[in-house]
T-cell receptor
Framework: GAGVSQSPSNKVTEKGKDVELRCDPI?????LYWYRQSLGQGLEFLIY????????KSGLPSDRFSAERTGGSVSTLTIQRTQQEDSAVYLCASRRTSGTANYGYTFGSGTRLTVV | QQQVKQSPQSLIVQKGGISIINCAYE??????FPWYQQFPGKGPALLIAIRPDVSEKKEGRFTISFNKSAKQFSLHIMDSQPGDSATYFCAASMQGKLIFGQGTELSVKP
């Protein structure tokens, strides 16, 4: 597609429920990232997929968070047993990579998650 | 060592003025320094970026100044316009991963 697509755009869930957030990256972009943006805060790195390499999960805040990327394209971020502190905007970005060139991230518009 | 510190947190500038946002980093392994612009309800969008072997890069009204020895870089917005009102993030990249500053909310008054 023309841009990074995220769904749903808004999600309200009850504390303790599991949620799945979806990201469709730009076709051909081999790198995919998830970030979290809390109200008035910067972007917190969560996880990074690059091609067929093992993902960099160093930013996941707890074992309730997991993500997968199927077929090198679509990615799903799953949050189990949601807590109120998980409320934030979850942003996905993708990037074309080629040799040593540095191409900018293209972000989606995010999923606003509210845990009540 | 992974942090990128950004200031100020908020900035009000009159139309036609110069907006200046500053960032500092610690890790000398960072190899790419982009700035992103974010409007409410949207994801951040790449504005301009620089590599550490260049001291300045200009694109239209936007200029990045980079001081490698001081480990600082800044964004200058010349002739600021109300349409520039947004949140600006600096970032630094290492091994393909961006670390972002905390953001600066810019308001340009007409």
């Amino acid at each position: 597609g023309a841009g990074v697509s995220q769904s749903p755009s808004n999600k309200v869930t009850e504390k303790g429920k599991d949620v799945e957030l979806r990201c469709d990256p730009i076709s051909g972009h081999t790198a995919l990232y998830w970030y979290r943006q809390s109200l008035g805060q910067g972007l917190e790195f969560l996880i990074y997929f690059q091609g067929n390499s093992a993902p960099d999960k160093s930013g996941l805040p707890s074992d309730r968070f997991s993500a997968e990327r199927t077929g090198g394209s679509v990615s799903t971020l799953t949050i189990q047993r949601t807590q109120q502190e998980d409320s934030a905007v979850y942003l996905c970005a993708s990037r074309r990579t080629s040799g040593t060139a540095n191409y900018g991230y293209t972000f989606g518009s995010g999923t606003r998650l509210t845990v009540v | 060592q992974q942090q990128v510190k950004q200031s100020p947190q908020s900035l009000i500038v009159q139309k036609g003025g110069i907006s200046i946002i500053n960032c500092a980093y610690e890790n000398t392994a960072f190899d790419y320094f982009p700035w992103y612009q974010q409007f409410p309800g949207k994801g951040p969008a790449l504005l301009i970026a620089i590599r550490p072997d260049v001291s300045e890069k200009k694109e239209g009204r936007f200029t990045i100044s980079f001081n490698k020895s001081a480990k600082q870089f800044s964004l200058h917005i010349m002739d600021s316009q109300p349409g520039d009102s947004a949140t600006y993030f600096c970032a630094a990249s290492m091994q393909g991963k961006l670390i972002f500053g905390q953001g600066t909310e810019l308001s340009v008054k007409p």
